[in-house]
């Protein structure tokens, strides 16, 4: 499988932090990239000196980043050979966020519906090349193929590839930021087998609206798509 859809995505969350805040962003960024699953649980992150350099901060905040984010039960050090910094498997259960206020929901899955279904148009309107129509497809068969353990991190993988293919940086970041928010509240609750099973076929109708160009049945693919789990969130934290 072709990495370069996945290296926009890093690129999304391996950026300059801003300056004033570098600890509170660099533990911020490191925690969206592990919500993502950019880096998946069990797998390591890039050494702390790629990290300093993608972050434009210094190796100690880097450090001091990590060590906090491993009290928390999210990062583990090993020494060694093999060592580095790894993200934990399993990750920590997020707490409860309890009654979400009705306006912050709107917000968030509103700003959602436009990235992401602007983006499935965007990705239709271009001519793709072999290695990201192939890129696609496998990004959406990975998803039908992950169990539960795994089924939300390959969601997210398929759907920030098809913001990647929109050919637009800086909208792969706005759907990133806006996803990591989106996973949080869904981490909260289980996944729902019938769920899994209508979401993969909605999947398809996306991707292969996406590869014939199709803008206007992309759009409604994933505006439909993206309903299913705007009515689970508001069930579950209204």
Known sequence: MSDAPLR??????YRPVREGNALEDTVARLVQTVRLGVVAPGESLPSERELAALYAVSRDTVREAIRELAVAGYLERRRGRYGGTFVADPLPRPADPGTVPADEIEDVLGLRRVLESGAARAAAARTLDAASRAELWARHEAACAAGEA????????LHLTIAELAGIPSLVTLVAENRAKVNLWLDTFPLLPGNIEHSNGQHEQMVTAILAGRGDAAEAAVREHLAGSEALLRGFLS
């Open 150 to 157: 795994d089924y939300r991190r390959a969601d997210t993988l």
């Open 8 to 13: 926009e995505v890093h690129r999304s969350v």
